[in-house]
Structures are given as C-alpha cells and as structure tokens.
C-alpha cells in the first residue's frame, strides 16, 4: 500500500522510534496521524492527533479503536527495556514487560484487526529486535517478550491475510534513542530503522533486518546454540 494519504496510527510516539515514525510519516504524505502515548501531554509533534493510550490497559485499547476508525495502518511500536533476568529477576517486572512487548501489541491487533478489514486491509507494523533470536543473562526478560512478539507476528500474519492486512516485522541491533543511551556500543540511526520499515510496508516486504547486527543473528539461526552463541558472544567481545 502506499502510505500517501493513509491514516497511521503509531504506539509509543513521543519520543525514540515512535517519534520518528510521525516524523518521516509526515515526510511521505500520510494524511492522519494519531499519535499515541501513556502520557499525551509528552507528544509533541504538531499536526498530529494525539491518543493517550497505555498498551498495558486493555480498556484504554478499546477506546482507541472506538476513536480511530479510519486507520489504514498500525504500527505497534511502544516498548519497555528492564534488564531484568528472568532466573532471579523479580516476577512482576518479568509480567509487565511481558505486558508492554507482547501483550500490548497482541491487544491493539486484536482490536484494530475489524477497523484495518472495514478501511480495505491495511497493514500491522510490530517492532521488535534482533533480541527476538537470542539473550544475555541480564537481558531474559527482554528477550522472551521480542521472541513473542516475532511469533506474535507471524501467526498475525497467517491469521490477517484472508483480510488483506499486511503484517510487517521488524528486526534491529541497538537504536540510537534513550531506551540504550547508556550503553557504549555502535548504533543505528532512528531514520534508518524507521524509513526500512515503511518501504517494507509500500513493497509488501514481511520482514525487515534493519542493520548488520539483525542480519548476523539471525544468520546463525540453524546453528547449535554452542555455536551460536560462541559467535555472538565473541562478537560483543564477551565470554
């Protein structure tokens, strides 16, 4: 589909990948933007149509499909990193990242899935990671949450093609944004990751690996997890 003249609805929009997305969103013409976010007073872009919408709560979800009827587009882009581990992390952190990185995007599909059928199909967009293929010990939880979210997004997939809703998954290292801003490590650029993801939603890509690192994980996949991990390991310069 072509995102000229569409309505987008993004999740997480004030501030990271989410503001980027209104951002270049803008740049290609969409006709309406509903930006949405916990606290509506953080969104700051102009133009836009603002939703206060934590994907945690299921009523406020509802709402937001009440609201938004026109939507072409969904991008399920909120998320939430604790560095929690999932072995002696504490449980109820574990649930609500679970909650934000999984859940929330089932919820919103769920409820936007008969909006995108009446609007002619349309398109999921779900962010998730390069995360989705492999963990560190301080990253379990993190980590279970994105590998949901990439089967959240095949089944989706599956489920949503009788529809015509295209169902895009995309995959990525470290982004540039608060989420990692204390991390020393290379990153990516919002505006990379975010302009692969709308060209895969105007090409009808399904997938998208965003950087280098997205594509060495998931490489390695068909690898023993030996091996695997002795490749990603050594790649971060760690044991």
């Not at 569409?6 to 501030?15: C, E, F, I, K």
């Not at 990242?97 to 936007?112: I, Q, S």
């Not at 302009?195 to 068909?222: N, P």
Request: cysteine-free; glycine content about 10%; hydrophobic content about 50%.
């Amino acid at each position: 589909m072509k995102l000229e003249g569409s309505v987008v609805l993004v999740t997480g929009a004030n501030r990271g990948i989410g503001a980027e997305f209104v951002s270049l969103l803008k740049e290609r013409g969409a006709a309406k933007i509903y930006a949405a976010a916990r606290d509506a007073g953080s969104v700051q872009a102009d133009g836009v149509e603002v939703i206060e919408l934590d994907v945690t709560d299921a009523a406020q979800i509802e709402a937001a499909a009440r609201a938004a009827g026109d939507v072409q587009v969904l991008v399920n882009n909120a998320g939430i990193s604790t560095g929690t581990a999932l072995v002696t992390g504490d449980e109820a952190t574990i649930r609500r990242e679970m909650d934000t990185n999984f859940y929330g995007p089932l919820l919103l599909t769920r409820a936007f899935a008969p909006v995108l059928r009446a609007n002619g199909g349309g398109a999921v967009l779900n962010v998730i990671s390069a995360l989705s293929w492999f963990s560190t010990p301080s990253a379990g939880a993190y980590a279970a949450s994105k590998a949901a979210a990439w089967m959240l997004t095949d089944s989706t997939r599956l489920e949503l093609a009788s529809q015509g809703t295209h169902v895009v998954g995309v995959h990525m290292g470290l982004v540039d944004t608060d989420m990692v801003k204390g991390i020393d490590a290379p990153k990516i650029d919002p505006a990379a990751v975010v302009d692969a993801a709308l060209d895969a939603i105007e090409s009808g890509a399904q997938e998208v690996l965003a950087d280098d690192w997205a594509k060495f994980v998931k490489s390695g996949l068909l690898l023993d997890p030996k091996e695997r991990y002795g490749q990603i390991f050594a790649a971060l310069g760690s044991s």
